[in-house]
């Protein structure tokens, strides 16, 4: 647990209150200028997947929203339930809960290669961990592609009492293979091991780096792959690397992964008068599996960028 004292601790607090304050969806930027010991949000979206808020939808206290995309020429839509202003600093305080306020690039981008890719989940285990307010990756995969087992996750409880509304209003709750857990890295868990896990933006925090390649480690079948988005932002990726490996986790780096994705981002490194930061703001696509198997996943990964 991190004491509110702690300045690093108040700055991540008001990146939370911020987004708070604002409903944050997928094309509503911040500008919030905080330390490099922090996530600086600015950049908000690539525009891959456009969001449209539903009126009819509205609650008390949340916003629901349609998360859509297309494809080439397949048209993908799911329903996204937005919290609105319930929550306080003791919810939030103690870990890694950015995700429980907005959805960030990271979760965009995944979201969108999972799409682009669907055939690498077919017949397969996939659970997302860290999955925040809206599990948006995981989302897509269980509803559109054929994995034999889906399972949405993070550690905070009333994120998943969140995407639990979310997985019933897309019609997914009935389905035997969709489920959502609460999961907290580091504890032992019995969801069992999976073929593929979705996770990001999840590597900056260095107070749960170990904690997360043990649940990577304790999760990830032998022959399984993590597929995970985050930007560099300085040495933490380096020092997700480390940890990883120290493991006997072997960690493959995707720069290039997605056509639009990095069409994006060169457009945006191209915009005159940008906030964009490629350090801090590029999520890049790292595939994790476990020493000794076979090459050929991360070349798999790399072939259907």
């Known amino acids: 647990m991190i004491p509110m004292g702690d300045p690093v ?16 969806s997928l094309e509503d930027p911040a500008e919030d200028e905080l330390d490099s010991s922090t996530s600086v949000r600015r950049f908000s979206s690539y525009g891959l997947i456009a969001t449209i808020p539903l009126v009819n939808l509205r609650e008390p206290q949340a916003t629901w929203f349609e998360y859509h995309t297309n494809i080439s020429q397949d048209n993908f839509s799911v329903l996204v339930r937005h919290p609105k202003h319930s929550f306080t600093a003791a919810d939030l305080m103690g870990f890694n809960n950015t995700g429980n306020v907005c959805v960030w690039p990271s979760e965009e981008t995944l979201a969108f290669f999972c799409l682009s ?11 997302e961990i860290g999955g925040g307010m809206s599990c948006l990756a995981g989302l897509m995969v269980a509803k559109y592609t054929s994995a034999a087992r889906v399972v949405l996750t993070d550690g905070n409880q009333i994120a998943m009492e969140n995407v639990g509304r979310i997985v019933e209003k897309n019609g997914l709750k009935g389905l035997t293979h969709v489920t959502s857990e609460v999961l907290q890295w580091g504890k032992q868990s019995k969801l069992g091991r999976f073929d593929v896990i979705l996770c990001a933006d999840c590597l900056f925090f260095d107070e749960d780096r170990c904690d997360l390649v043990q649940t990577i480690d304790d999760l990830l079948a032998e022959e399984g792959v993590a ?7 300085g ?3 380096g020092k997700f690397f480390e940890e990883a490996n120290a493991a006997g986790l072997v960690c493959v780096l995707h720069k290039e992964y997605n056509q639009q994705v990095w069409q994006s981002h060169i457009h945006m490194q191209a915009t005159e008068g940008s906030i964009y930061d490629e350090d801090i703001h590029y999520p890049l696509l790292l595939t994790v599996t476990k020493a000794g198997t076979p090459n050929d996943i991360h070349r798999i990964v790399a072939a259907g960028c």
């Not at 890719?117 to 659970?127: C, D, P, T, W």
């Not at 597929?227 to 932002?233: E, F, I, N, Y």
């Open 9 to 24: 601790a108040r700055s991540r607090w008001r990146i939370l209150a911020k987004a708070l304050s604002r409903g944050n």
């Open 227 to 233: 597929l995970m988005a985050a930007p560099q932002r």
């Open 117 to 127: 890719n669907r055939e690498l989940f077919s017949g397969k285990a996939v659970i």
């Open 235 to 237: 040495d933490t990726l």
